[in-house]
């Protein structure tokens, strides 16, 4: 399928990524950016990502990309109530933002379709733009019951064309599983940098580098992450909090057993996931 125009509020890492990924593949015959930070829309637009920038989204597109900040998604779709283009999202917090649109008196748009794709990096901008991003990657949508069947179907389609496969979740189900698995790792890599001074850095190794390159990630970004899913990340936190006592008590007490019984249930879990697709039902 192809369409005739994309819109792309956001033309940063993700918004510039699908911009490249989507030029790449023809799926669109012309793509806009539309961007507050003027730098980056240039930027945007001299990268080839965009045929052109404009002011506001215009009134003929047919895909219209919401890659702002999540603080700043539930306004931009309310905005655009009455466009009559189909709406997506790429926010990592999905119920704060479906519960603003349900507090306005003409709820959530039918046209809009939350979605969210498990990919990114630790860089920014337009710069950082790689279309090659989603490929391989999940996407997340969490459609409502008042979703236009056909704008779900499109945004299907917008996602498998840059090489995602996309599964469905409720909007709670999402925000769950994300904070243990986005941003509950994301604080810990955070809080770990506290501790790491300047002459300790040049002897990590690669586990190292693993483990602190999130910590890296636009703070400003993260923080509004973190706060919009706050009661989530929170009950992840609390759970880390005891797994983590019951190793440090293995230690305290020269408890050898139970502090492998404990890094052996993790590395099996660890090799398992590895194994075997972390969504054997998504489709492509």
């Given at each position: 399928?192809?369409?005739?125009?994309?819109?792309?509020?956001?033309?940063?890492?993700?918004?510039?990524?699908?911009?490249?990924?989507?030029?790449?593949?023809?799926?669109?015959?012309?793509?806009?950016?539309?961007?507050?930070?003027?730098n980056a829309a240039q930027s945007a637009l001299r990268a080839g990502l965009v045929d052109?920038?404009?002011?506001?989204?215009?009134?003929?597109?047919?895909?219209?990309?919401?890659?702002?900040?999540?603080?700043?998604?539930?306004?931009?779709?309310?905005?655009?109530?009455?466009?009559?283009g189909v709406i997506f999202d790429v926010g990592s917090v999905k119920e704060p933002i479906?519960?603003?649109?349900?507090?306005?008196?003409?709820?959530?748009?039918?046209?809009?379709?939350?979605?969210?794709?498990?990919?990114?990096?630790?860089?920014?901008?337009?710069?950082?733009?790689?279309?090659?991003?989603?490929?391989?990657?999940?996407?997340?949508?969490?459609?409502?019951?008042?979703?236009?069947?056909?704008?779900?179907?499109?945004?299907?389609?917008?996602?498998?064309?840059?090489?995602?496969?996309?599964?469905?979740?409720?909007?709670?189900?999402?925000?769950?599983?994300?904070?243990?698995?986005?941003?509950?790792?994301?604080?810990?890599?955070?809080?770990?940098?506290?501790?790491?001074?300047?002459?300790?850095?040049?002897?990590?190794?690669?586990?190292?580098?693993?483990?602190?390159?999130?910590?890296?990630?636009?703070?400003?970004?993260?923080?509004?992450?973190?706060?919009?899913?706050?009661?989530?990340?929170?009950?992840?936190?609390?759970?880390?909090?005891?797994?983590?006592?019951?190793?440090?008590?293995?230690?305290?007490?020269?408890?050898?057993?139970?502090?492998?019984?404990?890094?052996?249930?993790?590395?099996?879990?660890?090799?398992?996931?590895?194994?075997?697709?972390?969504?054997?039902?998504?489709?492509?």
């Amino acid at each position: 399928m192809r369409v005739q125009k994309i819109a792309i509020l956001g033309v940063g890492l993700i918004g510039g990524s699908l911009a490249a990924a989507w030029r790449a593949s023809q799926f669109a015959g012309s793509i806009v950016g539309i961007d507050a930070d003027s730098n980056a829309a240039q930027s945007a637009l001299r990268a080839g990502l965009v045929d052109e920038i404009m002011p506001r989204v215009p009134a003929d597109a047919d895909l219209i990309a919401v890659c702002t900040s999540a603080t700043q998604i539930a306004q931009c779709v309310s905005d655009l109530r009455g466009h009559g283009g189909v709406i997506f999202d790429v926010g990592s917090v999905k119920e704060p933002i479906i519960q603003a649109l349900e507090d306005h008196k003409e709820g959530v748009p039918a046209q809009f379709v939350p979605a969210h794709p498990i990919a990114g990096s630790e860089l920014s901008g337009p710069k950082a733009a790689q279309a090659a991003l989603f490929e391989g990657a999940t996407v997340i949508i969490t459609p409502l019951e008042n979703t236009a069947p056909a704008a779900k179907q499109l945004v299907r389609d917008a996602w498998c064309d840059v090489g995602a496969s996309v599964i469905e979740l409720t909007p709670a189900e999402h925000d769950e599983v994300l904070a243990v698995t986005s941003h509950l790792p994301h604080l810990l890599s955070y809080a770990f940098m506290l501790q790491v001074e300047d002459q300790q850095m040049a002897f990590g190794g690669g586990g190292f580098r693993d483990f602190t390159r999130i910590a890296g990630a636009n703070p400003d970004l993260w923080w509004q992450i973190l706060s919009l899913n706050k009661d989530q990340v929170l009950g992840a936190a609390g759970h880390f909090e005891s797994n983590f006592k019951r190793l440090i008590e293995a230690l305290v007490n020269d408890d050898r057993d139970a502090g492998l019984r404990l890094l052996r249930d993790a590395a099996g879990r660890r090799i398992a996931a590895a194994s075997e697709s972390l969504h054997p039902g998504a489709d492509k």
